[in-house]
């Protein structure tokens, strides 16, 4: 996995005609790295202004379909667990940042993008649906888009400014993560194919953004039944060599869709 840096073509075909009108899409994408929860950014060109991957909705796609779009084309993955999460209405949400917001508008006339009827489509007010994605950060290619100088993964707990309301965007999809952490996906989405109990609690922590004592929580998860254990993990001493484990993914499955039913 690395950050990508590079000089996308400017060339940007949009149509507002091909679009929904009012209507934008944001995607939350998280991963894990370094015992580290970490969300996908774009860096406005000759800006110091972070923002979401998003897009608009075609007329002739679903906004489910439009979120995997966003999703494929920046991190080059498909299929992944994307999960809708909350509506952003505010009327003043797109009136945030104000001075960086007229930066980007004048880039976008400067750069030559797009021309006076579509900077006026852009200019107004969109009410942005949220989407959630849990992704395998190794597995990854950030790709800049047209409008950015670099494509980054940035930790939980070292987030640059963020444009518009993009920071309540991803504050909502923290929340919605820690309420719904019973019935989603995080270890199978996030972590490798083989991992230590230390991974799999370190990823909880980081999640939850608070220490879980040990022997408790490996009591819990154990009892589920769902992690096969295979070799130790050779770093040194065998006595002291941890053991690496799997998800049974048909069982774990099945249990998050009942719910798996513990406290943190």
């Known amino acids: 996995?690395?950050?990508?840096?590079?000089?996308?073509?400017?060339?940007?075909?949009?149509?507002?005609?091909?679009?929904?009108?009012?209507?934008?899409?944001?995607?939350?994408?998280?991963?894990?790295?370094?015992?580290?929860?970490?969300?996908?950014l774009l860096k406005w060109k000759h800006q110091n202004l972070w923002t979401l991957p998003g897009g608009f909705i075609r007329k002739d796609e679903d906004m489910k379909d439009a979120a995997n779009r966003v999703l494929e084309e920046r991190t080059g993955l498909k299929?992944?667990?994307?999960?809708?999460?909350?509506?952003?209405?505010?009327?003043?949400?797109?009136?945030?940042?104000?001075?960086?917001?007229?930066?980007?508008?004048?880039?976008?006339r400067q750069s030559k993008l797009h021309n006076d009827e579509v900077i006026g489509w852009l200019n107004n007010r969109f009410i942005t649906t949220g989407y959630f994605a849990l992704v395998d950060l190794h597995k990854t290619k950030p790709e800049p888009d047209a409008l950015s100088d670099t494509c980054e993964w940035k930790s939980l707990t070292d987030m640059p400014d963020l444009m518009m309301d993009h920071k309540?965007?991803?504050?909502?999809?923290?929340?919605?993560?820690?309420?719904?952490?019973?019935?989603?996906?995080?270890g199978l989405s996030?972590?490798?194919?083989?991992?230590?109990?230390?991974?799999?609690?370190?990823?909880?922590?980081?999640?939850?953004?608070?220490?879980?004592?040990?022997?408790?929580?490996?009591?819990?998860?154990?009892?589920?039944?769902?992690?096969?254990?295979?070799?130790?993990?050779?770093t040194g001493a065998a006595n002291k060599a941890p053991y690496l484990y799997s998800f049974d993914k048909k069982k774990f499955k099945k249990l998050i869709e009942e719910g798996i039913g513990f406290s943190y």
């Open 168 to 186: 309540q965007i991803v504050e909502k999809a923290l929340t919605h993560l820690r309420i719904q952490l019973n019935y989603l996906p995080i």
């Open 1 to 40: 996995m690395t950050n990508i840096s590079r000089k996308p073509s400017l060339k940007m075909a949009l149509n507002p005609d091909d679009y929904m009108p009012g209507i934008s899409i944001d995607c939350v994408i998280f991963g894990y790295s370094n015992q580290q929860l970490k969300i996908l």
């Open 190 to 234: 996030l972590l490798p194919a083989k991992f230590t109990f230390l991974d799999l609690q370190k990823l909880y922590e980081a999640i939850l953004q608070k220490p879980l004592e040990r022997s408790n929580f490996q009591r819990k998860v154990l009892k589920l039944g769902i992690l096969r254990r295979h070799e130790k993990q050779m």
């Open 79 to 108: 299929s992944v667990f994307l999960n809708q999460f909350h509506t952003f209405g505010d009327i003043e949400r797109s009136l945030q940042n104000g001075k960086e917001q007229l930066k980007r508008m004048e880039f976008i």
